[in-house]
C-alpha cells in the first residue's frame, strides 16, 4: 500500500491555459475527493465519487473544472481557461466505505500557480 | 450551512507540556462527525482523531484526546507530553451524516519548542 498518490506536484501554467491533474487513490478505496486549499486556509471540498460516478459537486466547482473517474480507480481533475484565482494547492483523498465515516487518506497534494 | 472555527491562528508549547487547540463549529443538525487532522510542513494531511456525535464519550488516540461538548458545539483537542514532531498545522473538520462534504476550519499553526 503506496499511499494516495498525486501527480504532477507543483504545476506553473500561464493564464488561459488548460491543465490536468492525475489522482491515485489507494487501491481498493471506492471513494475519491477532490479538494482545493488555498494559503492560510483550510481543504474546500470540490467533488466527490462513488467509484465512477460523480456523486457531489460543491458550487465552487466552477463549469470551467471537471472531474472524471472514467474506471473508478485513478480521477483527474482538469481546469480549463486557468485564472489568477485558481492558484492553490489541489487535493486528492480516498476511503473505503464503512458503517460510519470513513476515514480519508489524503495524497501530497498538486501545488498550481497561475501566472 | 455548517461552519467550523479555529480561533488560534498560532499556538506554542514546550516539548512535554499540554497544549489545547480550540475548535467550535455551526450546525442545525443532531448527527454528525467531527475531526482533527495533522497537516506537517510540507508533507501530507493525515487523521489525528474523529468522535462520532451520538457518542459522549470523549476520543482519545495515545497522547490525542478531546473534549467534546456538544451543547456548545465545541470540539478541542489536547495534545499531551507534546514532542518535536508534534509541530504541524492542525485542522477541525465538520462531516454531515448526509453527504461528504467535509468542512475544515482555517487551522491552528502548533509550534514545538525545545
Known amino acids: 500500500d503506496t499511499g494516495v498518490s498525486q501527480d504532477p506536484r507543483h504545476k506553473i501554467t500561464k493564464r488561459g491555459q488548460n491543465v490536468t491533474f492525475r489522482c491515485d487513490p489507494i487501491?481498493?478505496?471506492?471513494?475519491l475527493y477532490w479538494y482545493r486549499q488555498t494559503l492560510g486556509q483550510g481543504p474546500e471540498f470540490l467533488t466527490y465519487f462513488q467509484n465512477e460516478a460523480q456523486l457531489e459537486k460543491s458550487r465552487l466547482l466552477s463549469d470551467r473544472f471537471s472531474a472524471e473517474r472514467p474506471k473508478g480507480s485513478f480521477s483527474t481533475l482538469e481546469i480549463q481557461r486557468t485564472e489568477q484565482g485558481d492558484s492553490a494547492m489541489y487535493l486528492c483523498a480516498s476511503s473505503l466505505t464503512s458503517g460510519g465515516a470513513d476515514t480519508q487518506y489524503f495524497g501530497p497534494g498538486t501545488r498550481l500557480t497561475v501566472l | 450551512a455548517q461552519t467550523v472555527t479555529q480561533s488560534q491562528p498560532e499556538m506554542s508549547v514546550q516539548e512535554a507540556e499540554t497544549v489545547t487547540l480550540s475548535c467550535t463549529y455551526d450546525t442545525s443538525e443532531s448527527d454528525y462527525y467531527l475531526f482533527w487532522y495533522k497537516q506537517p510542513p510540507s508533507r501530507q494531511m493525515i487523521l489525528v482523531i474523529r468522535q462520532e456525535a451520538y457518542k459522549q464519550q470523549n476520543a482519545t488516540e495515545n497522547r490525542f484526546s478531546v473534549n467534546f461538548q456538544k451543547a456548545a458545539k465545541s470540539f478541542s483537542l489536547k495534545i499531551s507530553d507534546s514532542q518535536l514532531g508534534d509541530a504541524a498545522m492542525y485542522f477541525c473538520a465538520y462531516r454531515s451524516l448526509h453527504n461528504n462534504d467535509m468542512r475544515f476550519g482555517a487551522g491552528t499553526r502548533l509550534t514545538v519548542k525545545p
Open positions: 487501491s481498493e478505496h471506492n471513494r
